[in-house]
């Protein structure tokens, strides 16, 4: 192991990732010090481990529903052993994948803690190493109540859940945001009975209400109850746990799942002993990454923003690229967000609610799935898209979907965003058919040429 770095990056995340490689295409000398392994939480124990149960949901679904298609299935059983090796070996093979592509580039990976001792010395289990720069992508870990701790009898994080050997009778949910709501439909179709318990008079808080209630009903009628405006006060744990409300009712299941938000992994850094500015648990940077401490930056959900994978990989790169002395420009205008539930949902871009607040004229053009070709070839007919344009020009401000492939769609939408595109520029555009792609000329059709007009 080298001990002098050009940039040292504490963890190896998809920021971390994505910083070392970028650093290494700079001709820079990297290393990433990770505690546990290559991918961070993202890969091995969130994003990518979720979708792969989620797809074993998806597939549970449309046996149930084969005779739709003609086609009749006799019996079917749910492996949930097989299901979860599965998922281990998808995300083993991205691991191993992740890893040599960080070896083939010279980047050295040092798997200990990291404690900082100055603003240029990194101490690890394998000894001493000092940076020029260091770059913080430690990630965020899931956040407690006072009354909720992980850890306690029956109360799992989203971490836990996906290592559960046998799938439980009965399942709460403390928190129905993208997490919960994801946990949700996945464990719902899995043909577990799933309550989820949500503090705000809406699922999926903060984001666009008209798609919040159609999950709610979509939810309900699947069978999932849900309690809102309720705040968990006490838990007791026998054979069942017993969640006690402030409203006076209680709820029992067999497992809780806590998931009411994560929070920046700042700790055991000594970040503030060599004197970064932490604020709020997130560290504080300039718009270029860089703490207070002039050769440390900070990428990703240990800033205390987005709480996103991908933004996190496109930070990294940009840290990259900041410390090579480069000049990238930081756009964060079209930030595209995607929900795994069944219907799936997607956003981008601002609602009309946040333009008018902003002093923009926009407007709001809805199409439903129902309208859509390839959307009744799939059975899937459910949901809409809705597109916020501007009231002048057309430029297109932001589009939100619920329904089929809408984490899939909603790329078509940020790539508008990102290069002000107009909907006369999507209308003019030739889209193959039948296809779920072609909803965004609907939508984007002329007044005079309604969607739907077309086959």
Avoid at 433 to 440: F, G
Wanted: net charge neutral; aromatic share 6%; glycine share 10%.
């Amino acid at each position: 192991m080298n001990n002098k770095y050009d940039i040292a990056i504490i963890g190896a995340g998809p920021g971390g990732y994505a910083a070392a490689i970028r650093a290494a295409q700079l001709g820079l000398k990297a290393c990433v010090i990770e505690e546990d392994l290559i991918g961070g939480t993202c890969l091995n124990w969130g994003c990518i481990p979720t979708k792969a149960i989620s797809r074993s949901a998806e597939l549970l679904r449309e046996i149930k529903h084969s005779s739709e298609f003609g086609i009749d299935v006799a019996d079917y059983s749910v492996g949930i052993s097989r299901i979860l090796k599965r998922k281990d070996d998808v995300v083993s093979k991205l691991r191993k994948g992740a890893e040599m592509l960080l070896k083939s580039k010279n980047i050295d990976i040092i798997n200990s803690k990291a404690r900082l001792s100055d603003a240029s010395t990194i101490e690890t289990d394998k000894g001493s190493i000092t940076a020029k720069h260091i770059i913080i992508a430690t990630g965020s870990l899931p956040a407690e109540s006072g009354v909720l701790k992980i850890g306690q009898k029956n109360v799992y994080s989203s971490k836990d859940m996906l290592e559960l050997k046998k799938l439980p009778q009965s399942l709460i949910i403390i928190g129905g945001g993208f997490i919960g709501c994801e946990f949700a439909s996945i464990y719902n179709q899995l043909g577990v009975e799933v309550t989820i318990i949500e503090l705000m008079d809406q699922l999926l808080p903060d984001f666009d209400k008209e798609i919040a209630r159609r999950l709610e009903l979509t939810f309900k009628k699947r069978g999932i109850n849900i309690l809102k405006g309720e705040k968990v006060i006490s838990l007791k744990s026998e054979i069942m746990t017993t969640i006690e409300l402030e409203s006076g009712k209680a709820k029992d299941a067999e497992k809780i799942l806590l998931c009411i938000g994560r929070r920046p992994n700042t700790t055991g850094m000594n970040l503030e002993g060599v004197g970064v500015k932490i604020e709020n648990g997130a560290i504080v940077t300039d718009k270029n990454f860089r703490t207070n401490i002039p050769n440390i930056y900070a990428i990703g959900d240990v800033r205390g923003d987005f709480f996103l994978a991908h933004i996190a990989t496109y930070e990294g790169k940009l840290a990259s690229e900041i410390i090579s002395g480069r000049n990238p420009v930081i756009d964060y205008s079209a930030v595209p967000s995607a929900i795994f539930t069944y219907p799936e949902i997607a956003c981008v871009g601002i609602s009309a609610d946040r333009a008018k607040a902003e002093g923009i004229e926009a407007v709001t053009t809805k199409l439903p799935f129902a309208a859509v070709s390839k959307a009744h070839v799939l059975g899937e007919t459910d949901g809409f898209i809705k597109l916020v344009t501007g009231a002048k020009q057309g430029e297109v401000l932001g589009a939100f979907i619920f329904g089929p492939s809408a984490s899939e769609l909603i790329s078509n939408f940020t790539i508008a965003i990102r290069n002000s595109l107009t909907v006369k520029d999507i209308s003019a555009t030739i889209f193959a058919h039948p296809t779920l792609a072609e909803s965004l000329l609907d939508v984007a059709l002329p007044k005079d040429r309604q969607a739907g007009d077309r086959l």
